[in-house]
């Protein structure tokens, strides 16, 4: 049976010992929490629900939702890649549905927006959803997990 370690293990075992980001070792998780109430919000609009300051890396994004309609769905991504965080998630037609990017989706959905996780930003940067597929009305609910040192 073999026995292995990640990057940022490895790394502290290492002579001389290499030295890991405090965003990945030992940093403080910070947390960005908003909500929107949506109101007739229509498909392909977007919903700014966090800015996260330069040279942050991104743990998680999760959102959480009334039910908003039957066919409408979310995404959630920057100003460089609409869907980084999250991608198409629908439909949010039943209330308490969540979506993560570590952890899926409450209704068993995968979750393939996997590039985001870990991302650094190199400037302030926007976190948005965007709406589809259909109008939007109800409750979201939005935590943005990252680390700053």
């Given at each position: 049976?073999?026995?292995?370690?990640g990057?940022?293990?490895?790394n502290l075992?290492?002579?001389?010992?290499?030295?890991?980001?405090?965003e990945e070792?030992?940093?403080?998780?910070?947390?960005?929490?908003?909500?929107?109430e949506a109101v007739?919000?229509?498909?392909g609009?977007?919903?700014?629900?966090?800015?996260?300051?330069?040279?942050?890396?991104?743990h998680d994004?999760?959102i959480?939702?009334?039910?908003?309609?039957?066919?409408?769905?979310?995404?959630?991504g920057?100003?460089?890649?609409?869907?980084?965080?999250?991608?198409v998630?629908?439909t949010?037609?039943?209330a308490?549905?969540s979506?993560?990017?570590?952890?899926?989706?409450?209704?068993g959905?995968?979750?393939?927006?996997?590039?985001?996780i870990?991302?650094r930003?190199?400037?302030?940067?926007?976190?948005?959803?965007?709406?589809g597929?259909a109008?939007?009305?109800?409750?979201?609910?939005?935590w943005?997990?990252?680390?700053?040192?």
């Amino acid at each position: 049976m073999a026995s292995v370690k990640g990057v940022n293990i490895t790394n502290l075992d290492a002579t001389p010992v290499v030295l890991s980001s405090s965003e990945e070792v030992g940093g403080k998780l910070r947390v960005f929490y908003d909500t929107y109430e949506a109101v007739s919000v229509a498909s392909g609009d977007d919903i700014t629900i966090a800015r996260i300051p330069a040279n942050a890396t991104i743990h998680d994004v999760i959102i959480k939702a009334d039910a908003l309609g039957s066919g409408v769905t979310l995404k959630v991504g920057d100003s460089g890649d609409d869907d980084r965080y999250l991608s198409v998630v629908g439909t949010w037609n039943v209330a308490g549905q969540s979506q993560s990017m570590s952890s899926g989706s409450s209704t068993g959905a995968a979750t393939t927006a996997v590039t985001g996780i870990g991302y650094r930003t190199t400037a302030s940067t926007d976190i948005k959803i965007t709406t589809g597929g259909a109008t939007a009305s109800g409750t979201i609910f939005s935590w943005v997990y990252y680390t700053v040192e």
